[in-house]
């Protein structure tokens, strides 16, 4: 990961794929409980030396002590999962970059607990409902979270919008585009474009997910019974 490419995961702010953390914490159970959630769902990033508004506290070096901690936390977590540890500078200050992808040993356990992403939240499995729904789905995501198998690039991809929205966003276009795809999270781990990119960023989204419209009727009078215009519109999301 380079700079730029931190800059724009901190630009999206805490999500589904993202955690900030302002310090190691202290326990490591704390983090061990978010890199197995990520792990038992769709993956992602915990950014150590952010607070939740996106400010830089930094932390010390990763000294030998610092990593013996760290050695800690992915130790506790069963079966064992790959874990990518870079250190960046931003504002001066190190800041400890985890990256977690979807495992594929799942389930992913801390201290005999199962713990999934819900949202930015990384919850605890307590209902045997719950449980029950986890192993049926163990490969559970959210839907805008999922491949859109026939959506090919470049021939299905609006690059004037990205362009337009990179620019909106602030973010800066000087990597790759691949590179900027990845970051933002549009992709699956074999490149594929998410169902949320493809609505966002398709030329055509209806041409997958035809229920994607928006259909506007006026009516006369208010016991809406004579339609007097009626229209469908289409396109991307804006």
């Known amino acids: 990961m380079t700079t730029e490419e931190l800059e724009i995961l901190i630009k999206q702010g805490e999500g589904y794929n993202i955690e900030f953390k302002s310090s190691i914490p202290s326990k490591a159970s704390d983090l ?13 990033t915990i950014i150590v030396g952010i607070d939740d ?8 070096t990763t000294d030998n002590i610092t990593r013996s901690r760290l050695q800690n936390v992915f130790s506790i977590i069963e079966p064992h999962i790959e874990v990518s540890i870079q250190e960046l500078t931003r504002d001066g200050k190190t800041v400890l970059c985890l ?3 979807s495992g594929r040993e799942k389930p992913y ?21 719950q449980m029950r729904e986890f192993f049926q ?9 999922g491949p859109c198998r026939n959506f090919k690039h470049p021939d299905d991809f609006d690059h004037d919008l990205f362009n337009r929205f ?7 276009n000087v990597l790759p585009q691949q590179t900027l795809l990845d970051n933002l999270q549009l992709v699956t781990n074999d490149h594929q474009f998410k169902n949320g990119a493809a609505l966002f960023f398709g030329r055509n989204p209806q ?8 259909r506007c009727l006026l009516f006369k009078g208010t016991d809406k019974v004579h339609i007097m215009d009626d229209k469908t519109f289409g396109r991307n999301i804006r």
């Open 53 to 60: 508004k996106g400010n830089t506290t930094g932390i010390t």
């Open 137 to 145: 789905l163990s490969d559970r995501i959210f839907f805008d979270e």
């Open 99 to 101: 990256q977690c992808k």
């Open 166 to 172: 990179l620019t909106t966003a602030g973010i800066s």
């Open 32 to 44: 061990a409980n978010e890199i197995c959630a990520f792990a038992n769902t769709a993956g992602g």
């Open 109 to 129: 356990i801390v201290s005999g607990s199962i713990f999934v992403r819900n949202g930015p939240n990384s919850e605890k499995i307590t209902s045997a409902d």
């Open 207 to 214: 041409r997958f997910f035809p229920q994607a419209i928006t």
